[in-house]
């Protein structure tokens, strides 16, 4: 399955973006939806995650409030909703998806990956 992400950019602090993720094969139940981002010389971080039938949301403590994760089955896409954006939000956020039924945060779990979408938060 290729993951397609999009809609990076460069946005002032206080603002907001929206990502896109559309896999090229129609998701069904078991797989999982998630957004991981890396920043200049950091390890891949964990930012959220959906379960794609039942749409239950996880997410790391530093974007709780301020991002929202969603996917829309009928158009078999995912959504991170970005607001309040933080310089420190300044990272490529990648897409992936893998079948799991727990520990979303570990990133080696997931076997399809976006190509990478970049985030620029000024301040």
């Known amino acids: 399955v290729q993951l397609q992400a999009s809609g990076g950019g460069l946005v002032q602090a206080g603002g907001y973006l929206r990502l896109s993720c559309a896999p090229s094969?129609?998701?069904?139940?078991?797989?999982?939806m998630a957004w991981f981002r890396q920043a200049p010389g950091k390890e891949r971080e964990f930012v959220s995650a959906i379960t794609w039938s039942g749409g239950t949301a996880y997410y790391t403590d530093a974007v709780k409030g301020r991002f929202t994760i969603s996917r829309d089955t009928a158009k078999n896409t995912a959504y991170l909703q970005m607001n309040s954006l933080r310089p420190e939000d300044t990272a490529v956020y990648y897409c992936?998806?893998?079948?799991?039924?727990?520990?979303?945060?570990?990133?080696?779990?997931?076997?399809?990956w976006g190509q990478g979408t970049l985030v620029t938060v000024s301040s």
């Open positions: 992936a998806s893998a079948f799991l039924m727990s520990d979303y945060k570990d990133y080696w779990r997931y076997g399809n």
């Open positions: 094969a129609r998701f069904v139940g078991g797989h999982t």
